[in-house]
C-alpha cells in the first residue's frame, strides 16, 4: 500500500493552467477508472473535487477537470485563482478493495 | 454531517475509541471510512466498513490493532484503536463512503500518542 506519487509543490500566476499528476500502479490508478482528487484548505476538512477521474460534483467549478492515461492521472486548474490555493491528494481505489492516497501537492498561487 | 469525537492525548500501548456520529444522510445505507493525518504530513486512508458491516477493510498500517465498526441504530461509526504508537498521532477523520470516493468528511478529531 504505497502512497500514489505526486510533485511536492506546483505553482502559478492568476489565469494561468497547472497541472498535478499522481501515480500508481496497475494495482490502483491504472487498473480502475476511480480516481479521486480531494483539496484541502490549512486547518480544514479534505473537499472532493473530482471523482471517477473525470466528474465533478456539483458545486464544483468547472475550472478544474480530471484525467488519466495509464498508470497516471492528472488534475488540471484553469484559469488559477487565489482561492484555489491548497493542498491537493489524489486516491485511487485498489485490488485489494482499499484506498490509497498520494503525498500530496501544495498549491500556490504566485 | 459528520461529527468525530473521542480524541485526546493517550500514552503509548494504550487504548482509545473514536466516534462519528451522522446525521442528515441515510447512515444505514452508507459505507464509511476513516482517515488520518500526522501532523504536517498527507492523508492515509487507515479502515472502511460497508454499510451493513458485512465488509471490513484496513491498511496495513493498522492491521490487527484498530477495528472499525457502527451501529445503525445510532447512526454512529465507531475505530477502536488498540497498542497506540505516536505514529498514531493524527488527526482523524471520518467519510461517508460513495461508491469508492469519499463524498462527505467531518471535521475531524485528534488524537496525540505521547508519554
Known amino acids: 500500500q504505497s502512497a500514489l506519487t505526486q510533485p511536492a509543490s506546483v505553482s502559478g500566476s492568476p489565469g494561468q493552467s497547472i497541472a498535478i499528476s499522481c501515480t500508481g500502479t496497475?494495482?490502483?490508478?491504472?487498473?480502475?477508472?476511480?480516481v479521486s482528487w480531494y483539496q484541502q484548505h490549512p486547518g480544514k476538512a479534505p473537499k472532493l473535487i473530482i471523482y471517477?477521474?473525470?466528474n465533478r460534483p456539483s458545486g464544483v467549478s468547472d475550472r478544474f477537470s480530471g484525467s488519466k492515461s495509464g498508470n497516471t492521472a492528472s488534475l488540471t486548474i484553469s484559469g488559477l485563482q487565489a482561492e484555489d490555493e491548497a493542498d491537493y491528494y489524489c486516491?485511487?481505489?485498489?485490488?485489494?478493495?482499499?484506498?490509497?492516497f498520494g503525498i500530496g501537492t501544495r498549491v500556490t498561487v504566485l | 454531517q459528520l461529527v468525530e469525537s473521542g480524541g485526546g492525548v493517550v500514552q503509548p500501548g494504550r487504548s482509545l475509541r473514536l466516534s462519528c456520529a451522522a446525521s442528515g444522510i441515510t447512515f444505514s445505507s452508507c459505507g464509511m471510512h476513516w482517515v488520518r493525518q500526522a501532523p504536517g504530513k498527507g492523508l492515509e486512508w487507515v479502515a472502511a466498513i460497508s454499510y451493513d458491516a458485512s465488509d471490513k477493510y484496513y491498511a496495513d498500517s493498522v492491521k490487527g490493532r484498530f477495528t472499525i465498526s457502527r451501529d445503525n441504530s445510532k447512526n454512529t461509526l465507531y475505530l477502536q484503536m488498540n497498542s497506540l504508537t505516536p505514529e498514531d498521532t493524527a488527526v482523524y477523520y471520518c467519510?461517508?463512503?460513495?461508491?469508492?470516493?469519499?463524498?462527505?468528511w467531518g471535521k475531524g478529531t485528534t488524537v496525540t500518542v505521547s508519554s
Open positions: 471517477d477521474v473525470s
Open positions: 496497475s494495482s490502483d490508478v491504472g487498473g480502475y477508472s476511480y
Open positions: 486516491s485511487s481505489y485498489t485490488s485489494s478493495s482499499t484506498r490509497v
Open positions: 467519510a461517508k463512503d460513495k461508491g469508492v470516493y469519499m463524498d462527505v
